[in-house]
């Protein structure tokens, strides 16, 4: 699946790791750890000690310019 269709696709609700939101937005994840402090980024989720995972939906909707903070 090509990077335009994955922002394509906004009923795929999967998680991410750190590589793939990269590929999609092309921020580091010290830049992206920043601006989830700041709020200007959707949060991770940990799952273990070592799995800390994006929600697709909401990087998609971060990089469409319709992401809102909670």
């Not at 750190?18 to 709020?39: D, V």
Request: hydrophobic share 35%.
């Amino acid at each position: 699946m090509s990077k335009d269709e994955l922002l394509l696709e906004p009923e795929i609700d999967r998680m991410i790791k750190e590589g793939e939101c990269k590929w999609l937005t092309s921020i580091g994840a010290s830049t992206r750890h920043y601006m989830i402090k700041m709020g200007r980024f959707p949060k991770r989720y940990v799952y273990g000690p070592k799995t800390k995972l994006y929600r697709l939906s909401e990087v998609q909707a971060w990089v469409n310019g319709t992401w809102k903070p909670e």
